[in-house]
Structures are given as structure tokens and as C-alpha cells.
């Protein structure tokens, strides 16, 4: 009752913050003073459309979303430089084969938002939007669904995510002239653990292990360059690991919960990463960060590199995407991950894709458990050999979605997964295990997702699920996204 009363505290003082923020913004754009000169002789009289506040801004506009009075005048797709875009987002949360550490260059930012739209008619290229991600799941685990993600808390209704972003992004549609954009993340909720850093208030976690949190999950600045090849996107300050389908922003995903695969990878990264778009089909990336998951003040950062590339065919129908991330020494610091990842993603058709993704990780030298050596706060220790105080410890994963657009409102997604933590040092115990999920993903308007999903999941070699319980899980859950 006392961990509700917190939740229902904290969120309440959330809710206060952002609203403060929201009447502050109403002065970004410029107040119309009434005009009270006397009408001259004989002038017909004349109905002025009627004023509304902030707040009826704001509910007019998902009165609109939600049920459209009228049909939208049909206006000419945005300028956009490159291929076609493979897919329909909404219902999907990208319409892009997409890819890391970068806006998609030749891509123009033509989202509108709630919150926008009521401060100043969404007329600033700065934009303030977020949502509200409040969910509920019932597991045949009683303690822990780990090392399932981000519903880790069992048999519970909780809030994952509150999120404001603050964004600009620069304009890659033009070559011309140099663009500049940045993005503020403020996150708070239960999924605080799946994005915290050290050295970025991550002692919440590691240290207290407090349910709920705050995290400023991305901070960065973006420079776009568009006299380097086809433009090229330099990106300086803390920003979302590279790789990967996945993400941890809720509306990313296809599915509410998250892959194996996805909850012992990296999380974010402190550094530099240039995108170059060498054409329409062909981009590369290089970049240098201190290491996964810390803060360059800490001494777990140490200097790695990342290189990716990325190759879409012209039909647009396939991308492969392949990464060496967070490269260096290997020996063991904090998620101190050598990773090598590779994403592929097929269209079989309008409505049919499917998207693929397989890593490789390891750490060198990694304590033993139960040996002398104690391990990194936070980080777990390996199942060496016998004798061994320290050891390899590597771990391989492959991941599988495959969708089906029903509508422009309805698309369902089907994942299948394997990982094999070979000594345990991501999950805590040294098994294989496999994920099958089913969902359905329903939009309101554009503002609402609803999306329920069933879930069953293994452990082969032992007992993994609920703190050591069980080998197998199932879980039936749902997150519900309202945008602002």
C-alpha cells in the first residue's frame, strides 16, 4: 500500500511539473492583443471567430483526432529525398527501415502533435510531445517476470513510462546550408532500470533498487552536413544504442513487452557518431563513445569505437544492417558489451514484413561467482569452470517479428526468440531460453495504442523464471500509449 501511495505521489508531482511546463510554453508564441479601435460609419458588423484557451486547443484537437468532423482537404505528400518509404506508420511505429544515432536524412519532419498544436498551432520547429504509458499484466510467476522486459514486476498494474520530449530536428531535406537540431528526454516510470546509465543518476537502481525512477534517457545535439556525400548527420552527447529492431521509447515498438534478446543488450552510449548517406541505398556510420551504459565521468568509460553499414535494395522490399558496437579492450567494467549485431528486415508484400535481428556479445575477464573477486555493482557475476576466479563470458541471441497490416489502425506482430547465456552474466543463470509473443495493435486516432499480447517462454537447461521457480513463464498483458 505504502509503494502505491509513492506511485500515486510521485506521479501526481509528474503531472504537476509537465502542466507548469505547458502554461510556460503558451509564451513561446506571441500573444494577438484584441483590436479595440471604433468600427468606422456605417461598417457592417463583422463575427470574430471565437478565441480559445490553451486547454480547449488541446481537447479540440483529439476531439478531431478521435472522431473527424470533416474530411481533411488532401494536400501533396511532403518533399522527401531518397527512396519510397517501405511501410505505413501509423499502424507501424516507423515508416523507415530504420537505423540508429540519426534522424532519417532526406526524411522531412511533417508530425504534428497535441501539446503543440495547443501552445502555438505547432508553427516552432522545437517541438514539446510525450505520452503516458500505463500497463497491466498477470504472470504464472508471483515474484519476478525477469528477465522478461520492461513488464518485470508480476501480476500488477503499473505505470512504464511517462516521457516529454523536447526536439528539434535539423531540416536533411535540403543540401544547401549546415542544419542543426538537439532532443531532451525526461523519462520517469518503472522502465527507468531499462534505460539507466551509471553516472547518470543510476544509483536509483543499482544501489536502492527503487521501483520507480526518473531518467534523462537522451541528451544530444545533431549537426547536418549536406556538402559530405549525399548529407551526413554528426551526432555529440548520450543517445540510444545503435543497433537493433527494438527501442526503449514505448511507441518504437511492435510489441508492448520486449525480446530477450533486447533486455541484456546495451541501453544507450555517451559520445560521437557521424551517419553518412552515401546514396540512396548505401549509408555508413562511425563513431567513438566511452563505453555502453556509463557517463564519461565515470571510471568505468573508457574509449570504444562503433561502425555500422546499412544497404537497402531500390525495391525497397530488403535491409540489411550491420554493427561492431561499443568495441574496445573487452576486459570486464561495467556492461562493458563487445557487440556485433546484424538486422535484416524483408517486405514480402503491402501488408507482410518481417524483421530479423542476431547478435554475438562477450566480456573478458569476468569474476567468477562465488569466487574472491567481488563484481561491479549492478553487474553480475559468471558460472566459470571450477578453479577459475575469472572467465569469457560470451552469450549469442537471434530475434524474429513478423507483421500483418490489417488497417491503418490494426496490425498484428508475431516474435519468436532465442538466447543462450552461456556463463549467466547477463540474466544471472547459465541456460538457454525461448520467447514466442502474439499481439494486436489497435490505434485510436493517432494518439491512442492499445496493445494486448499473449507470451510463453522457456528456460532449457534449468529453472530461470521467478527468482529460480520455474522454467516456464506465461504471461497475458497490455500497455495502453496516450500521446500528448
Known sequence: MRSNNRFLCRTAQFFLAFTSIAFLSCGFSRAQQ???????????????PEKKNFFARWAEFYRQDWSPTTTPASSPAPARRGLPSPLDSPPFPNSDWSYGGSPVIGEPDSNSYPLMTAINQARSRTKLYGWIDPTLNFSTSTNSNAPEANDVYSNRFELNQLVLYAERLPDSVQRDHIDWGYHLTALYGTDYRFTTAKGYGASQWVNNHHEYGFDPTLE????????????????????????????????????????????????????????????????????????HDVALWTPDAKPSGTACVSYTTKSVNDNLYACANGINDAKYAYNNLQQYDATWYHRFSKTWHMATETWYMYELDVPAVGGPIQPERGANAASCLPGEQRCTAPEYAVVNFLQKELSTHNFLSFRSDFLDDKKGQRTGY???????????????????????????????????????????????????????
Not at 269 to 282: E, F, P, S
Not at 438 to 450: D, K, L, N, V, Y
Not at 454 to 474: C, H, M, V
Request: proline share 7%; with cysteine.
Open 34 to 48: 484584441p483590436d479595440n479601435s471604433p468600427a468606422p460609419p456605417n461598417a457592417p458588423t463583422q463575427t470574430r
Open 220 to 291: 544530444y545535439v545533431d549537426v547536418y552536413i549536406p556538402q559530405v556525400a549525399q548529407g551526413m548527420n554528426v551526432r555529440v552527447g548520450r543517445y540510444i544504442s545503435v543497433p537493433g529492431i527494438e527501442a526503449q521509447l514505448a511507441p518504437n515498438n511492435y510489441i508492448f513487452s520486449h525480446s530477450l534478446l533486447y533486455a541484456i543488450d546495451p541501453f544507450t552510449d555517451t559520445g560521437l557518431i557521424a551517419t553518412v548517406k552515401l546514396n540512396d541505398q548505401w549509408l555508413v556510420q562511425l563513431g567513438i563513445t566511452d563505453g
Open 430 to 484: 547459465a541456460t538457454r531460453y525461448s520467447e514466442n509473443t502474439i499481439t494486436w495493435c489497435h490505434w485510436i486516432g493517432t494518439t491512442i495504442q492499445i496493445r494486448p499480447e499473449l507470451r510463453f517462454e522457456r528456460a532449457w537447461d534449468r529453472k530461470a523464471y521467478d527468482n529460480g521457480r520455474y522454467q516456464n513463464q506465461f504471461t497475458a498483458a497490455s500497455d495502453l500509449i496516450f500521446h500528448f
